[in-house]
């Protein structure tokens, strides 16, 4: 069968041996998967957990076509979106409620043996979720983006009648923007140094829009609020926005740390200290917040339409990492069974 391979030289579809079905797991044929900003870094080599080569490929829609003996819970013929989080069930974390962030985790489409950018894969059971027989297959790829800041707002303590800020809206942020409305947030403020981001931004609802390069951006994000920010999602996650989400958030604030960061940055911890600024790091997702995206989505809140803008056959997997990565995009897609 085809599947996708990231290395040092390039994105290229290569033949493979189709994976054979293991006790617990579920045998799936992909229908749409997304490309996500985590794999073109990690492309790039600019991941700093996802080394190459790696088989790419965690936002899956699919349908399953075999289950291991042992599996009941699902069925052939089920349609199915992957939870590519790997847990070992036994840590402290997964005792503890915090799989996401267990010990030992393993991560499908991220440095594990399998993605889901391939005509067909092997999962254990457990990490698939069913989905509404009413819900679009490109409505279910947005779910697992979706769940990464919907999960950072439930970190957050939720946003209901709080002061909201984005740092970058690119497709995370934008998801961002969307999953803080939804949860009440009283007003939105977001930055990017891009003006067409911003455009789109104001069109999916932000209450207003800051250019990130402006030298005095906080006080004009701090002007649009009213106030200083109760939240500040860091999509970026670079020293300037670090910087700036601190100064955003003082005193008394939260800053979300959401977007993967290439490299280290320095905190000023003297205002941290002082200002009572709580800096919280967000990791992926648990079931729950799967739930709540699929709410977001089927009330029509997260519209495929907004954010899925490049689709791609899964033969022009490397044209599709160009395209995410080139910044026109919001969400690029590849479908085996599209025809290019």
């Known amino acids: 069968m ?7 030289s390039g994105v290229e579809v290569v033949e493979v041996d189709e994976p054979q079905l293991r006790p617990g797991e579920a045998l799936v044929e992909t229908t749409v998967v997304g490309v996500c900003g985590s794999d073109t870094h990690a492309a790039a080599g600019e991941h700093p957990f996802v080394p190459l080569p790696y088989r790419p490929g965690h936002e899956v829609v699919g349908v399953v076509r075999a289950v291991a003996a042992d599996v009941s ?32 985790l393993r991560f499908f489409g991220c440095g594990y043996e399998q993605g889901g950018m391939a005509e ?19 409505q279910a790829v947005l779910i697992e983006p979706l769940s990464t800041p919907v999960h950072a707002v439930r ?54 829009v800051v250019d990130a390069n402006r030298a005095d951006m906080v006080e004009a994000v701090r002007a649009e609020l009213g106030e200083s920010a109760d939240v500040v999602f860091d999509c970026v996650a670079v020293q300037s926005t670090v910087d700036q989400a601190v100064r955003l ?72 990492f160009a395209a995410s990565a ?15």
Not at 73 to 101: F, Q, Y
Not at 193 to 205: C, D, F, H, V
Not at 326 to 340: D, E, F, N, Q, R
């Open 2 to 8: 085809k599947a996708v391979l990231a290395r040092a």
């Open 73 to 104: 819970a699902l069925s052939v013929g089920d349609r199915v979106t992957v939870e590519p989080t790997l847990p070992c069930w036994h840590c402290k974390m997964c005792r503890t409620g915090r799989s996401n962030i267990c010990e030992n």
């Open 120 to 138: 067909r894969f092997t999962i254990p059971a457990a990490r698939l979720h069913t989905l509404p027989e009413a819900m679009a297959d490109l």
């Open 155 to 208: 970190l957050s303590g939720g946003v209901r009648d709080r002061t909201v800020v984005v740092l970058g809206v690119g497709t995370i942020g934008l998801l961002t923007l969307r999953a803080a409305q939804f949860d009440g947030a009283a007003r939105v403020v977001v930055t990017d140094p891009l003006p067409q981001k911003r455009e789109r931004a104001l069109g999916l609802g932000a209450d207003a």
């Open 249 to 320: 958030a003082s005193k008394g604030g939260i800053v979300t740390v959401v977007g993967v960061p290439v490299r280290p940055v320095t905190v000023a911890l003297p205002e941290l200290q002082d200002l009572q600024v709580r800096m919280q790091g967000s990791a992926t997702y648990m079931p729950e917040d799967y739930a709540t995206s699929v709410r977001m989505i089927m009330s029509g809140h997260v519209s495929p339409d907004d954010f899925v803008t490049g689709r791609f056959p899964l033969e022009e997997a490397a044209a599709a």
């Open 326 to 340: 080139g910044g026109a995009h919001v969400k690029v897609t590849i479908s085996p069974g599209l025809v290019a």
